[in-house]
């Protein structure tokens, strides 16, 4: 495994945990009255994009060094991704400091999510 491979699959990783951290802390508020979003969701979502980030932009070099095993990313797969978080950190940053999290500003947060990890998993 190349070095190059192995900071690939390090940010795979942290992207991961920080998806699942975000499911989590999401779905902790299923059944909250009133809802709150945690603090750590903001740092969690632009962790992951951070990740994303880093991993987009070392995928050119990889494929250079292994075409097959490490095709060109879909811009539009990478673009779509990206806007999704995009409104997602939006909505976090605008909402952490509520004492109130809306029903409507939660289910959205939470149906970005699940649509990013959709999209990850079956759109490439
Ligand atoms: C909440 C938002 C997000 C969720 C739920 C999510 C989910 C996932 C999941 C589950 C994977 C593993 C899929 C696999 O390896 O087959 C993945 C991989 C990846 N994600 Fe995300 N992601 C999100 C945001 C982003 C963003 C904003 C970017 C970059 C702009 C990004 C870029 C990537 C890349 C480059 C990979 C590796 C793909 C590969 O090597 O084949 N993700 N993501």
Request: with cysteine; charged share 10%.
């Amino acid at each position: 495994m190349t070095t190059l491979a192995w900071v690939h699959s390090a940010f795979l990783l942290i992207h991961i945990l920080c998806v699942l951290a975000l499911v989590g802390l999401l779905l902790q508020q299923l059944k909250k009255s009133p809802r709150v979003l945690h603090s750590g969701i903001p740092h969690i979502a632009a962790t992951a994009l951070l990740a994303g980030l880093v991993m987009v932009g070392i995928r050119p070099a990889l494929h250079t060094q292994d075409a097959n095993k490490w095709p060109d990313l879909n811009n539009s797969w990478v673009g779509a991704k990206f806007l999704v978080l995009i409104i997602v950190l939006v909505l976090a940053y605008k909402n952490v400091k509520k004492t109130e999290l809306k029903k409507s500003t939660w289910l959205t947060i939470v149906g970005l999510v699940t649509l990013n990890f959709l999209m990850a998993l079956f759109w490439k």
